[in-house]
Nanobody
Framework: QVQLVESGGRLVQAGGSLRLSCAASGGTFSSLYIGWFRQAQGKEREFVGVSFNFGGTYYADAVKGRITISRDNAGNTVFLQMNNLKPEDTAVYYC?????????????????WGQGTQVTVSS
């Protein structure tokens, strides 16, 4: 069983930057995809991006160019760097894990979830 803990969420002004962390334990980190999702109040959870076990990444079109996902296999941690933040980025951000496979865009593609971390962007 994999445990995931997100951290780094806070209040930030529009145009600012933020780095979220997702620390994993209890699994073989090198075999895991780590996905990032976000859920704004009153909206469905949406895919943000994913770190593949082999080091590649894939980003949602809505955030492409403003985010970077990186991975520290030695530290069992994945980072979500967000730049030029906008008020519409305000949401609870979750990381989730699955073992390698062909599906990674939907919530149901992932087995384990963190508790989420709140990001609030003020205008």
């Amino acid at each position: 069983q994999v445990q995931l803990v997100e951290s780094g969420g806070r209040l930030v002004q529009a145009g600012g930057s933020l780095r979220l962390s997702c620390a994993a334990s209890g699994g073989t980190f090198s075999s895991l995809y780590i996905g990032w999702f976000r859920q704004a109040q009153g909206k469905e959870r949406e895919f943000v991006g994913v770190s593949f076990n082999f080091g590649g990444t894939y980003y949602a079109d809505a955030v492409k160019g403003r985010i970077t996902i990186s991975r520290d296999n030695a530290g069992n941690t994945v980072f979500l760097q967000m730049n030029n933040l906008k008020p519409e980025d305000t949401a609870v951000y979750y990381c989730a894990s699955r073992t390698r496979g062909s599906l990674f865009l939907r919530e149901s593609d992932y087995n384990y979830w963190g508790q989420g971390t709140q990001v609030t962007v003020s205008s």
